[in-house]
C-alpha cells in the first residue's frame, strides 16, 4: 500500500536542530537505548524529528528479550537470567553473583547513571536469542578482584568496579549459550573476551549465524572465532596482526564490518592495502581473494546473499570523501557498481528480509529527503522530505562544508564553517572550534543531521559567534595512513585545527583569529584544554565539559582507542603533566556523578593548575551525568556566558531577523 509522501519540519528547540531517521543498524549504546525510550514515553516530541521506516516495529520492555518466535522474554533477576513462558517464570542460571553475573554490562557501562534517571534498576541485558528460538547466547560478566571507583551524591557513597591502565583484574566476558528448553549451559572452552566498556553482545562483535555462535577478540591482534553452541569448542577462523591497530571498522558506531555468510564462507574487513576494504575467506580460513578495492573504504556492510554483498562505502563522492554511498559487489570482487549513484550522503537502514532499504538522502546545506529503495537504486516509494523554511525565517543557515590542507602542508582535511545569524561580512566575528578529535566517530556529519556534537553550534552562532568544527588527521573515515596518525596520539590532529582556521581567515576577513575561543565535551574536553596548553597563543578562551585529561586514572576502554596503554606515552600526552603552559581563560565543567569520565579526572587538572598558580574556574555539577542529563540548559548558559565574556564583551550581536 502506497502513502503520499509527507513534508516535515526539522525539530527545532532552544539549541538544537535535529533530523534523523532511527533504526540505522549502528550499535545500541547507552543513550541509543535511552532514545528509544525518550520516543515511547514522548511520541510527539521525537515524531517531529523522524522517518520510521514501514517495518519499524515499536521497542517492548527494554528490560526483556523476546524471542523471534515470540513465545518467550528472557531477562535479569538479581545476578541470574530468567525466562518468561507463557506467564511462567523460571530460572536459566542459578550461579550468578556479584562477581560473576549472567547478561550484565560491566560497570563501566556508559550512561549507566542515565538510565538509572530514568527509573530503570540496570542496563539491558545483553542477550542474543539463537534464529529457531532454542538458545540464547549470552556471557557470565567478570568483575572479581577489580579496584573500585567511588562517586559522592550529597551524603550517600557509591561506587563501581573499574580498573585503571596496567591492571592484572579487568572486566571479562565468558561466553555461554544457554538451551532455553533444559535450561543447559555450555560455556566456551576459550579465555574470557576482555570487556572494558559494553558487552561484546551490544557491540555486535558477537552473533548467531544459523545454530552457530561467532565472535570477535582483539587480545592478539584481531581474531573471528567460531564457537559450538552445542559443545563449547572454539577455534579461530580468521587472525590479523599489524604494526598499528588492526580493526574490525574505522566507524564503531556502525559495528563490525566482517559478515559470516551461510556457506561459512567469511567477508573480512582489514585494512592492509592502506584502505579499508573486504576479503572472503573459506570456512577453515583461506585466503580466497580480495572483494574490494580502491583509494575509498567500506563504511558498513549491509546485506550479503549467495551472490553479491551490499555495503555503503566512503570516498567516491569526490567533492566530499566523508559522505556514503551504497554499493555492490559480486563476492568474488566482479561486477562492482554503485546503487546510489550520485553526489550526496545516504544513510542506510535494511529491512528485515533484505529486499529493500530506507534511504536518507542529503547533505550539510541539501535537506533530507527519506525514500525507500530497491537494491538496483530504484526507488520504490519516497516517504517525505524536510521543509527548512521555517528554519530559514528565524535567520537559520546551513554550515558551509570546506576543504583545507593540514599542518603537514599536503593532507586534505574536512570540515564545517557556521555563520552568525545577521552575518554581515564587513563586520569582525569571534571564532569558536567546537571539538571533539577521538578516533571512535566523525565530528562533522556529512549529511544534514548536524549528529550528537553538531547540536550546540547552532546556539554558538545565534549569539554571534563564527563556528569551526573540522575532523583533523586521526579521525576515522578516510585512508589508514590518515587514521593512524592518532595511533598512540591522543593530542592528535590538534595542529590542523590551527591551521584550518588560518587558512579560512584569509579568505574570510570577518573571522577574528585575535578571538579564538574552543570548546567540547568528553574527548573534547580533553581537546580543548590540550589546544590552549599546545597554542597559547592562538586559543584564548575555552570549556572543557567532562574531559579525561589524564588517561593513566581512567579505564582501559579510553586507553584502547589510542592502542596499546604505553605508561610514558600517556604520560607525554597528559594536560595533568602540562598544566603550567596555560595562558587563556579557561573553563572546567564536571558532573558530580559522571561514570563514564569520573569527576576526578576535572580534580586532578584543577590541582595541577593550582599547584601552577594558574587562574581559572570551575563549574561542578552535583548530580549531573556525563551528559549533563537534565541540566542542559544551566551547563549551556555557563558555557555560553564565559564564551561571550571573554571574547565579546560587549554581549551577542543583535540578530537582522530577531533571532
Known sequence: MRTDPVTYQPFVSAHRIHVSTPGQGHLM????????????????????????????????????????????????RDFNLWIRTGGEEHPLTVDGDIDHDYGASPDYYMYADLFTKMGLPHAPPAVLWSPDSTKVLTHRTLQEGIRRKYLLSFDELRSKRSALPGDKDIQHAQFVVIDVRTSTVVRANAEPVAMPMLSPIQMKWAWWEGDTVYFLTREDGLRLRRLDPTTGDVRTVVHETGPTRVVPTQHPMLGPAVRVLPSGEVLWYSERDGWGHLYRYSESGELLGQVTSGAWLVKQILWADSEYVYFLAAGLVQADPYRGTVCR????????????????????????????????????????????RSWDGQVLEELGRADVTGLVETGWSAPERFCVKSADGSTDVYGVLYRPHGFDPERSYPVVDHTYPVPLTTRVSAGFDAGWHGYDAEALVALGFVVVAL??????????????????????????????????????????????????????????????????????????????????????????????????????????????????????????????????????????????????????????????TGYEPYVHRRTWDFLIRHLRPSGPIESSTGG
Open 29 to 76: 549504546t547507552g543513550y541509543d537505548t535511552a532514545l528509544s525510550l525518550l520516543a515511547a514515553n514522548r511520541p510527539t516530541l521525537v515524531r517531529n524529528a523522524t522517518i520510521m521506516p514501514p517495518w519499524a516495529t515499536p521497542t517492548g520492555n527494554p528490560l526483556e528479550i523476546p524471542a523471534p518466535d515470540g513465545t518467550a522474554v528472557v531477562f535479569r
Open 329 to 372: 559487489v559480486r563476492l568474488d570482487g566482479t561486477g562492482f557498481a554503485k546503487v546510489t549513484d550520485d553526489d550526496v550522503d545516504h544513510v542506510v537502514s535494511v529491512s528485515p528480509d533484505g529486499s529493500r532499504f530506507l534511504d536518507t538522502a542529503s547533505t550539510t546545506d541539501t535537506p533530507p529527503v527519506h525514500t525507500i
Open 471 to 628: 575532523d583533523g588527521r586521526g579521525m576515522p573515515g578516510r585512508d589508514k595512513a590518515f587514521f593512524d596518525v592518532s595511533y598512540q596520539n591522543q593530542a592528535a590532529g590538534l595542529d590542523d585545527h590551527v591551521t584550518a582556521m588560518r587558512q579560512l581567515a584569509r579568505t574570510r576577513p570577518w573571522m577574528d583569529l585575535d578571538r579564538v575561543g574552543i570548546c567540547g565535551i568528553s574527548g573534547g574536553g580533553y581537546a580543548t584544554v590540550r589546544a590552549m596548553l599546545d597554542f597559547p597563543d592562538f586559543f584564548k578562551a575555552g570549556v572543557a565539559l567532562s574531559g579525561v585529561h589524564d588517561l593513566r586514572y581512567t579505564d582501559p576502554a579510553n586507553t584502547d582507542i589510542y592502542g596499546p596503554y604505553d605508561p610514558a606515552t600517556t604520560a607525554r600526552f597528559s594536560n595533568v603533566e602540562a598544566a603550567d603552559r596555560l595562558a587563556g581563560k579557561l573553563m572546567l565543567i564536571h558532573g558530580g556523578l559522571d561514570d563514564q569520565a569520573p569527576p576526578d579526572q576535572t580534580y586532578r587538572m584543577a590541582e595541577a593548575l593550582i599547584a601552577a598558580d594558574k587562574d581559572f574556574e570551575m563549574l561542578i555539577v552535583p548530580l549531573a551525568d556525563h551528559v549533563y
